[in-house]
T-cell receptor, first 110, second 114 residues
Framework: GQNIDQPTEMTATEGAIVQINCTYQ??????LFWYQQHAGEAPTFLSY????GLEEKGRFSSFLSRSKGYSYLLLKELQMKDSASYLC???????????FGTGTQLKVEL | EAQVTQNPRYLITVTGKKLTVTCSQN?????MSWYRQDPGLGLRQIYY???????DKGDVPEGYKVSRKEKRNFPLILESPSPNQTSLYFC?????????????FGPGTRLTVT
């Protein structure tokens, strides 16, 4: 089966850097997504990694190590609006199935 | 505007009364999918469709049906809803050929079955 683990909650300070980790055990792995979801809203796409390494996109970066089954999302210069749930999701089954972790609730404090 | 729409956004119904939640996208995406989201369980895939007339089960298909007669529409059907189907439902679509598989989500449908 598919298994994706990420911390349930994290707290960080405005202006700081936070790293949200995700480990996965899947069959037929095709890539790793990160989504942001504010309470009561739809998930919105942040990043997609298919190859090992770091992908940088503004204040957000995502890293993937396929051999270790590990990814992280790095958020820099945290803002209050970054308080949200961050969802790690593995693409499997030839690109047909997206399996989500339960999400990490990030709280940004002053 | 490129978007995925769902209707209704909120629905309260009773056990056993058939209902349909519609999903439509205007981006000519081949791939469409339904998820349910429950506290502590995250998003779980119900059904997905790779193209017209091609559908397959996700991780939690029991109690649900789908159809894909047109490329833009992917309705979710609950023939006999039960209280354990009370959840927040999301429809999503993506352009498979692009090979990025980024999924665009609809706004969600909050369903309560009493």
């Amino acid at each position: 089966g598919q298994n994706i683990d990420q911390p349930t909650e994290m707290t960080a300070t405005e202006g700081a850097i936070v790293q949200i980790n995700c480990t996965y055990q899947t069959s037929g792995f095709n890539g790793l997504f990160w989504y942001q979801q504010h309470a009561g809203e739809a998930p919105t796409f942040l990043s997609y990694n298919v190859l090992d390494g770091l992908e940088e996109k503004g204040r957000f970066s995502s890293f993937l190590s396929r051999s270790k089954g590990y990814s992280y999302l790095l958020l820099k210069e945290l803002q209050m609006k970054d308080s949200a749930s961050y969802l790690c999701a593995a693409l499997t089954g030839g690109g047909n199935k997206l399996t989500f972790g339960t999400g990490t609730q990030l709280k940004v404090e002053l | 505007e490129a978007q995925v729409t769902q209707n209704p956004r909120y629905l309260i119904t009773v056990t056993g009364k058939k209902l349909t939640v519609t999903c439509s996208q205007n981006m000519n995406h081949e791939y469409m999918s339904w998820y349910r989201q429950d506290p502590g369980l995250g998003l779980r895939q119900i059904y997905y469709s790779m193209n017209v007339e091609v559908t397959d089960k996700g991780d939690v298909p029991e109690g649900y049906k789908v159809s894909r007669k047109e490329k833009r529409n992917f309705p979710l059907i609950l023939e006999s809803p039960s209280p354990n189907q009370t959840s927040l439902y999301f429809c999503a679509s993506s352009l498979v050929q692009q090979k990025t598989y980024e999924q665009y989500f609809g706004p969600g449908t909050r369903l309560t079955v009493t």
